[in-house]
């Protein structure tokens, strides 16, 4: 086969570049502005006149370029998000909060135990009834003869070996994210960060764990799940942070899970500061309120006793919160990670598919 090469396309590709990175860009804005994305392209214009976006650029002609790709579609006389959009703002968040995804099995992830219907491991053992002939190892089954008459090779049943296998499970998950006024408060947007790798889990589960289970849910003063295609247009609210009410709705919605993993990923920036009370907002946002941690605990404790584990992202480090955390984490059997906006998502996906700790018993 023969190949003619021609001069290449360097006006082109610079244009394919600039409609990606500024697609790349639009997308962090529409996150920000919650899912607004009439407000996303008034802030391109702004950051084009201030001098951030190359002038050169027809921000007019991107915006066309949007709906011819489908990126958005006219909805009730403005611009919004398509379902394709959705899924293109999923896939960028995933690529980049998370690049190197670890292999495993379609809707499975490895747990560090030796067991059945996974992938074969070096280690052996001798073979026992029942086990498969596929995992049977030949090299060590012959040693084994070999080393007790190498004059005459006869196979005995004591002499095969095989690999153990690495156990493969499946995990339901509830993402809660903490909408409380804080979560933007200090001149630190910690929220945008925690909606975009909601939105990467979303995309990573779906693509690469088609058996898992995702679900998405808010906590302020009330707690309430999320359809995965509103997750871009979340905001935070004048809310305080009823860390109760967000894990009891995360535990309604896994206790019904078939999957043998069930874990709630908590994803907070302070205390809990208000439960509901006989059908009152019982608030108290000074200090860490006994009555308000107490309820917080018990339910903690009520997501052990259905078998969920409940692992907690503290976007903060201050010391009182880091006594709540620990106490929360040890009455859960749980765990806890002290992260910034900055590197939550590293945590999070390392510890979703990596799954360190057993959840089956």
Not at 132 to 148: F, K, L, Q
Not at 201 to 222: N, T
Request: proline fraction near 4%.
């Amino acid at each position: 086969m023969r190949y003619r090469y021609g001069e290449f396309p360097v006006d082109l590709l610079r244009a394919l570049l600039t409609f990606q990175e500024l697609t790349k860009l639009f997308l962090q804005l529409v996150l920000q502005t919650g899912g607004d994305v009439e407000e996303a392209l008034s802030w391109m214009k702004y950051l084009q006149e201030r001098g951030m976006i190359d002038p050169s650029i027809d921000l007019d002609e991107f915006r066309r370029a949007l709906e011819k790709n489908e990126v958005v579609e006219e909805r009730d006389g403005k611009l919004a998000l398509s379902a394709a959009g959705e899924r293109q703002i999923r896939r960028s968040a995933l690529e980049e909060v998370f690049t190197s995804l670890t292999k495993s099995g379609p809707g499975y992830h490895a747990i560090p135990r030796a067991g059945a219907g996974g992938e074969l491991l070096p280690e052996t053992r001798p073979y026992e009834f029942g086990d498969s002939p596929t995992s049977i190892d030949g090299v060590r089954t012959i040693g084994n003869a070999v080393r007790r008459d190498a004059n005459d090779i006869a196979l005995k049943p004591e002499d095969f070996e095989v690999h153990e296998e690495e156990h493969l499970t499946s995990c339901a998950t509830v993402l809660a994210i903490d909408i409380s006024h804080s979560m933007v408060l200090y001149g630190e947007d910690r929220f945008t960060p925690a909606k975009k790798v909601a939105l990467a889990m979303v995309e990573l589960i779906q693509s690469k764990y088609p058996k898992d289970s995702i679900e998405v849910l808010l906590f302020g003063d009330d707690a309430r799940r999320v359809p995965i295609s509103e997750i871009s247009k979340t905001q935070v609210g004048p809310f305080h942070t009823n860390t109760k009410a967000g894990l009891a709705l995360a535990r309604k919605l896994l206790v019904h899970r078939k999957n043998p993993n069930k874990q709630i990923f908590l994803i907070t920036d302070g205390k809990p500061s208000a439960i509901w009370e006989r059908g009152r907002l019982y608030k108290n946002p000074f200090g860490l309120d006994l009555k308000i941690v107490n309820r917080t605990l018990e339910e903690a404790d009520a997501c052990r006793r259905d078998g969920i584990t409940i692992t907690t992202f503290m976007i903060a480090t201050d010391s009182y919160l880091v006594a709540f955390v620990d106490k929360l984490t040890k009455i859960n059997r749980g765990r806890a990670y002290y992260a910034s906006p900055y590197n939550l998502a590293e945590f999070l996906f390392t510890d979703y598919i990596r799954n360190r700790k057993k959840f089956v018993h």
